[in-house]
C-alpha cells in the first residue's frame, strides 16, 4: 500500500498523442471538433473517477516540426479554443476538473483572469488554468503588433526563438500569472452585499485595483468578474528544464514534468531545487509526471481478454503490438512526445505509477495515446487498480472543488482581503 | 401558423445587468453572476422560439468620481465562456456576445467565434464594438491607445480580417480518411496573409471552418460612420431606436444604405432594444410601469446619472428639488467612468431645465422619472403582441432584443403570454426551422472568399 494519495489526470487532445490516433478504427476524425466528442471523453474521464482532464492548445498549428509549419497531411491539424471547450463541458459534467491550456504570453491577462474564473462558475469551482508560453515564432506571427521575439540564427531551423528569449518570456510569464491571480483576489468574497436599505449593491471598499507594475506592462484592475468559488482556480504549467521549473516555481500550484525511466528522482530534485531559487513560499509544488500510455485490453488481473492474436487490430490487440502497427504507419509516437511512454497491462502501467508516487511525485497526468481506446481503458482498468492499491481515493468527496482534488487549501482567502482606501485614481479619459 | 405574407420578427433576449434599468432590489431579482441566472434566461428564451441570447461585455468596474459604482449591478462574467456553457443546456437558439475588437486580435476573435460556432453547433454571433478610453485600457497590457476617430478603421479592418481568418480553410479541408492516411487535403489548409494599416499577420490559422462559415456579425453604430459600417459588414444591427418614427426611419436609411453598398435590402436585420410591462389590464400595466420608474430612480442612481451628464460633482444639490443650477464641466477628463456618452452635455442640461420649468419646477429625479426609462411596451400581453407585430410590419424595425428590469425571471411571462399571441398572429415561428443561427434568422449564408466594400478606402 502506497503512503499516500496520488493525483490521476488525463490530457486530452485530438484523436489522442500518437499522430496515427485518428486512423484507428475507434477514432472519430470527423468529430474532432464537435462538442459532443468532447463531451464524451470528459465524461469518461469522470466514470474512472479521474482528479482534472487538460485541454491542449496553441496559438500555432500543430507541427511535427517544433521550428515551424510543416507539410505534413497525415495527421491530424486544427484545434477549437480549449477555454471554450471546457466551457461547454461544465455544465454537464459534475466532479472532474477542468483545465484549459492558456496562451498566457499573447493572451491579455485580464481576459485569461475573467475567462477562468467565469469557468470556475460555470463548473461549480472545477476551473483550473494551464499557463503555456507562446515558444513559436509563428503564434507572433498570428498576432501581430506583439513584441515578436526576434529568431535565432544559430538555431538550426528558421522559426525557433532563441533559448535568451524564451527565457524572457518565462520571465514575462511569471508576472502575467502573477497578474491574473491578483485579478482574482481583487474582489473580496463577500463583496456583494445588495443592502437595499443602503441602496448598495457592493460593499466598494471589498472591490480593489491591483495597480499591478510588471517589467513591460501594467493593469489596473479590479476584474469585472467577481470572485469566484474557488477563490483561486488552479494553475498549471509544462516545465521541462530548469527555466520553466523557476517559472513553476514562482507562479503554478502544479507543475507537469516529463521523466523518463532513469531520471525521475533526479528531475524532482531539480524542480525542488527551483522552488529553493526562487524562495517559493507556501505550499509546495505539486509534481506531476506526465507519461504517454497505451493499455492492453485485459482485465485488472493481466489476463487478456478475448484471446491474444498478435496480428488483430482491435480492443483485443496487445498495446506493445498496437504501437508497432501505429508506429509503422506514419511518424511514430518515439519522435512525435518528449513523455516516457509506458505500454502494458493496467497493472503494468500502476507498477509505473506506483514507483513514481513512491520517489515523491504528487501524482501523473495520462496522455492517452488513442483517446477513444486508452482512455476508457484508463477509466475502466487503470483506476480500479490505482484504487485497489490505496493509491487514488474511491470516490469523488461531495461538492470537492480541484483545488480539493488536488490537495490544495480550499477557498484561500484574498490577499487584499481588509485593505480599504488603497484604490488608484481613476485615469483620465477624453470627454 | 407562420403567415407567409407577414414579416417574421426576431427576437433576442438579453440579460439586463450594470445599468440603473435591472432592478437587484426587486423581488424575485436572482444572481448576476451565476450560471443558474443565464441558463434560466436561456432556457426561457428558447423555449419562446427566440432567435439569440444576447450577453454584453464588462471590461472594466465603472467608477464615479475616485469611487466604484455601489448602486447599480456591478460585475460581469465573461462573455464567451458562459455562451460556450450555455451552447451545453440549449439546442436551437442562437448565442451572440458582445466582444470589443480594440482589446482583443483578430486571430483571437477569429478563433473564438469559430471555436464557439463549432462548439454549439452553428449558433455563434459576434457583436462587435469598439472602444478607445484610457480608462478601460488600463485594465490591459495594450491600453488604450486608440484614436478615437481612428475606431471604425480599426473596427473595419478587424472584422475583415477575422473573416479571412474564417475563410481559411474550405469547407472540405478535411479529408480524414483513416485508409489512405489523409487527414488534411494540403499542406497549406489555413494559410493566411493580411497586410493592412492596423494588422501585419501572416501564418496558418488553426480552426477548421466551422458550421455557419463565418458567425453572425452585430453592430450597433448610429453615426453615420456606425452605419456604413454596418450596411457594409454586418448581418444585423443592435439599434437604440425604440420609438417607432425615428425607427422607421432608422430602417428606411440603413436599408439604402445596404443597397449602396452592393447587398440586397432586407440582408442586414435591425432589431432594437426594448423593455415590456404586463399586466391583466391597460391600467394596472401603466401602474406598474410607473412603479418600475419610482424604484429606478433612486437618489443614489439620480446623482450618478446627473454627474454623468454635468461631468462634475453634484453632492452639494439636491436633486429631489431643483436641477443643479451649474453648467456641465466641459474641459475634464470624464468624472464618470466606464460608461460612454454620446450626446452634448450642454443641450443635455438644457432640455432637462426646459422639461423641469414646464413641469412647475419639477426637481431633476421628477424628470428622470418622467422622460426616462420608460418602458416601449406596456398593456396586456394581446396589447403588447399587436404593438409589437405592428412594428415590425411597419418597417420601424425586423424584430427586438427583449430585455426586462427583473433578471431572470423577467422573460418567463413574455415568454408564456406574448408569444403565443406572436404566434397566433403568424408572425412567430412554432417552431425553428433552421440549425444554424443564420438560418433562423434568414439572412444569406455569404460565399467563401467573398468580401464586403471598403468604406475607409
Avoid: C
Amino acid at each position: 500500500m502506497a503512503d499516500h494519495r496520488i493525483i490521476v489526470a488525463a490530457a486530452l487532445d485530438g484523436a489522442g498523442w500518437h499522430p496515427a490516433a485518428w486512423r484507428e478504427p475507434s477514432s472519430q476524425p470527423d468529430r474532432l471538433y464537435s462538442p459532443d466528442y468532447w463531451l464524451d471523453r470528459v465524461r469518461e474521464a469522470e466514470e474512472g473517477g479521474l482528479d482534472f482532464v487538460t485541454f491542449e492548445d496553441n496559438f500555432a498549428l500543430q507541427s511535427s516540426d517544433r521550428r515551424g509549419p510543416d507539410t505534413a497531411t497525415d495527421e491530424v491539424r486544427g484545434r477549437l479554443d480549449a477555454r471554450l471547450i471546457a466551457s461547454r463541458v461544465a455544465p454537464v459534467t459534475d466532479h472532474i476538473g477542468l483545465i484549459p491550456v492558456v496562451n498566457t504570453t499573447l493572451t491579455e491577462p485580464f481576459h485569461v483572469s475573467k475567462a477562468i474564473a467565469t469557468l470556475d462558475f460555470t463548473s461549480s469551482g472545477r476551473a483550473g488554468v494551464q499557463a503555456r508560453v507562446a515558444s513559436r515564432a509563428e503564434e507572433y506571427s498570428h498576432i501581430g503588433r506583439h513584441d515578436a521575439p526576434t529568431v535565432d540564427s544559430s538555431s538550426s531551423g528558421p522559426a525557433e526563438l532563441s533559448v535568451t528569449e524564451v527565457g524572457a518570456k518565462f520571465e514575462q510569464a511569471a508576472e502575467e500569472v502573477d497578474a491574473i491571480r491578483r485579478l482574482w483576489d481583487s474582489w473580496e468574497d463577500d463583496a456583494e452585499i445588495r443592502d437595499v436599505a443602503t441602496d448598495r449593491f457592493i460593499d466598494a471598499d471589498k472591490l480593489h485595483t491591483i495597480d499591478f507594475e510588471a517589467s513591460t506592462f501594467s493593469i489596473r484592475g479590479p476584474s469585472i468578474t467577481p470572485r469566484s468559488p474557488q477563490g483561486q482556480p488552479v494553475v498549471a504549467a509544462l516545465a521541462h528544464a530548469g527555466t520553466p521549473y523557476r517559472f513553476a516555481a514562482r507562479a503554478t500550484d502544479l507543475v507537469f514534468v516529463t521523466p523518463t525511466a532513469d531520471n525521475a528522482a533526479e528531475i524532482l530534485s531539480a524542480v525542488r531545487t527551483a522552488e529553493a531559487e526562487v524562495r517559493r513560499e507556501g505550499d509546495e509544488l505539486k509534481v506531476i509526471a506526465d507519461l504517454v500510455v497505451l493499455l492492453d485490453a485485459s482485465d485488472s488481473n493481466g489476463t487478456e481478454v478475448g484471446g491474444a492474436d498478435p496480428n488483430s487490430t482491435g480492443p483485443d490487440e496487445s498495446a506493445a503490438v498496437r504501437l508497432e502497427r501505429l508506429d509503422s504507419l506514419g511518424r511514430p509516437l518515439a519522435e512525435a512526445t518528449e513523455a516516457r511512454i509506458v505500454v502494458g497491462s493496467a497493472s503494468e502501467v500502476a507498477d509505473v505509477v506506483e514507483e513514481l508516487a513512491a520517489a515523491g511525485y504528487d501524482g501523473v497526468r495520462l496522455r492517452p495515446g488513442v483517446l477513444t481506446d486508452d482512455l476508457p481503458l484508463i477509466a475502466n482498468q487503470l483506476a480500479p487498480e490505482l484504487r485497489d492499491r490505496g493509491l487514488t481515493r474511491s470516490t469523488y468527496p461531495q461538492d470537492a472543488s480541484l483545488r480539493e482534488l488536488v490537495g490544495l487549501p480550499a477557498a484561500p482567502p484574498s490577499r487584499y482581503a481588509g485593505e480599504t482606501g488603497q484604490n488608484s485614481p481613476a485615469p483620465a479619459s477624453a470627454l | 401558423m407562420t403567415d407567409p405574407n407577414k414579416k417574421q420578427i426576431i427576437l433576442a433576449a438579453y440579460v439586463g445587468g450594470v445599468n440603473e434599468h435591472t432592478l437587484w432590489e426587486a423581488p424575485g431579482a436572482g444572481s448576476q453572476i451565476e450560471f443558474d441566472t443565464f441558463r434560466h434566461v436561456a432556457q426561457t428564451a428558447e423555449r419562446g422560439k427566440f432567435d439569440y441570447f444576447f450577453l454584453a461585455e464588462g471590461l472594466a468596474v465603472r467608477q464615479h468620481g475616485d469611487d466604484f459604482f455601489d448602486h447599480d449591478i456591478v460585475g460581469r462574467p465573461d462573455t464567451l465562456p458562459v455562451l460556450a456553457s450555455i451552447a451545453a443546456v440549449t439546442e436551437h437558439i442562437g448565442l451572440v456576445g458582445t466582444i470589443n475588437s480594440t482589446f482583443n486580435e483578430p486571430f483571437e476573435l477569429a478563433r473564438e467565434f469559430a471555436s464557439l460556432d463549432h462548439l454549439s453547433g452553428g449558433r455563434a454571433g459576434w457583436n462587435v464594438v469598439t472602444s478607445f478610453d484610457a480608462f478601460t485600457g488600463a485594465n490591459f497590457r495594450k491600453g488604450g491607445y486608440l484614436d478615437r476617430d481612428q475606431r471604425y478603421q480599426r473596427a473595419e479592418e478587424t472584422v475583415r480580417t477575422v473573416k479571412e481568418l474564417w475563410d481559411s480553410w474550405p469547407e472540405d479541408a478535411i479529408v480524414a480518411d483513416k485508409a489512405s492516411g489523409t487527414f488534411i487535403r494540403d499542406a497549406s489548409v489555413g494559410a493566411f496573409e493580411h497586410h493592412g494599416q492596423q494588422f501585419d499577420i501572416s501564418g496558418r490559422f488553426t480552426v477548421p471552418r466551422s458550421p455557419q462559415g463565418r458567425p453572425v456579425i452585430v453592430q450597433a453604430g448610429v453615426s453615420p460612420d456606425g452605419r456604413n459600417f454596418a450596411a457594409a459588414n454586418a448581418d444585423l444591427i443592435f439599434s437604440p431606436f425604440r420609438d417607432r418614427e425615428a425607427a422607421a426611419a432608422f430602417h428606411a436609411d440603413i436599408n439604402k444604405r445596404v443597397v449602396k453598398w452592393g447587398r440586397q435590402r432586407g440582408d442586414v436585420k435591425i432589431v432594437p432594444s426594448v423593455n415590456f410591462v404586463l399586466a391583466d389590464s391597460t391600467a394596472e400595466a401603466r401602474e406598474k410601469e410607473a412603479e418600475i420608474r419610482q424604484q429606478t430612480f433612486t437618489p443614489k442612481t439620480v446623482r450618478v446619472l446627473a454627474e454623468q451628464i454635468w461631468n462634475r460633482d453634484l453632492s452639494d444639490f439636491d436633486l429631489e428639488s431643483e436641477i443643479p443650477p451649474v453648467e456641465p464641466d466641459l474641459e475634464s477628463g470624464r468624472f464618470v467612468n466606464g460608461r460612454t456618452y454620446h450626446t452634448d452635455r450642454n443641450t443635455d442640461v438644457a432640455q432637462l431645465r426646459e422639461y423641469s420649468q414646464a413641469h412647475g419646477g419639477l426637481g431633476l429625479r421628477d424628470v428622470f422619472i418622467a422622460t426616462r426609462g420608460r418602458s416601449d411596451f406596456v398593456g396586456t400581453p394581446a396589447e403588447v403582441a399587436q404593438a409589437l407585430d405592428d412594428f415590425v410590419q411597419e418597417d420601424a424595425s425586423d424584430g427586438f432584443v427583449v430585455g426586462n428590469s427583473v433578471v431572470p425571471s423577467g422573460l418567463d411571462e413574455f415568454v408564456d403570454s406574448v408569444v403565443p399571441l406572436l404566434q397566433e398572429r403568424g408572425s412567430l415561428r412554432e417552431d425553428y426551422d433552421g440549425t444554424t443561427l443564420r438560418s433562423n434568422l434568414g439572412i444569406p449564408v455569404p460565399e467563401r472568399g467573398s468580401t464586403t466594400p471598403a468604406i475607409y478606402a
